[in-house]
T-cell receptor, first 116, second 118 residues
């Protein structure tokens, strides 16, 4: 069963603008973690941000913030003030130990292109 | 550099041959994961170690695949009798055991080994 859904195969954003990348998840576990990773064309996966299911506040890391809506089971990534170096694939992932064991489930990704 | 390293970075092999990949995690990390990533897809979980114990294996990990982490440090992933469908990027990641929701800290990934089976 699909655990993580990313519905935007590709997104474009103007440099210096903000962009939201969508992620919805499916779990019956009460304790889970949500992660976003960036994968540039070089191939290496770079951790961006983490949100725990019990966290009441949305996670923020510099220009990255996670819009966590628990009731809707969504964990959208917001990138503010986009830069050309933000052009990459972005993956949402989830770990829900009671439901899925120790696996991390990744979505199919969103390709972000920042336009100068 | 204290990140996750993988060797080799690229491997081209003929169908039917055996291949072995190595992963060196971040030294203090007790958890190690192997993933496979094909073009246009996110990483797919293959297997997971906590210290030297292999605790989980995906159904994707057929009996041609075997992974070890003998001393709880580096890990090897071997594919026997390779098939063209095994062509993919093989990613290794490591993490600490976390106390927060989801029970794990973030994973740190290596650069991957790109396997091409001809």
């Amino acid at each position: 069963a699909q655990k993580i859904t990313q519905t935007q195969p590709g997104m474009f954003v103007q440099e210096k603008e903000a962009v939201t990348l969508d992620c919805t998840y499916d779990t019956s576990d009460q304790s889970y973690g949500l992660f976003w990773y960036k994968q540039p064309s070089s191939g290496e996966m770079i951790f961006l941000i983490y949100q725990g299911s019990y966290d009441e506040q949305n996670a923020t890391e510099g220009r990255y913030s996670l819009n966590f809506q628990k009731a809707r089971k969504s964990a959208n990534l917001v990138i503010s003030a986009s830069q050309l170096g933000d052009s990459a694939m972005y993956f949402c992932a989830m770990r829900a130990p009671r439901n899925t064991g120790n696996q991390f489930y990744f979505g199919t990704g969103t390709s972000l292109t920042v336009i100068p | 550099d204290t990140g996750v390293s993988q060797d080799p970075r690229h491997k081209i092999t003929k169908r039917g041959q055996n291949v072995t990949f190595r992963c060196d995690p971040i030294s203090e990390h007790n958890r190690l994961y192997w993933y496979r990533q094909t073009l246009g897809q996110g990483p797919e979980f293959l297997t997971y170690f906590q210290n030297e114990a292999q605790l989980e294996k995906s159904r994707l990990l057929s009996d041609r695949f075997s992974a070890e982490r003998p001393k709880g440090s580096f890990s090897t992933l071997e594919i026997q009798r390779t098939e063209q469908g095994d062509s993919a990027m093989y990613l290794c990641a490591s993490s600490l055991t976390g106390q927060g929701a989801g029970g794990s800290y973030e994973q740190y990934f290596g650069p991957g080994t790109r396997l091409t089976v001809t």
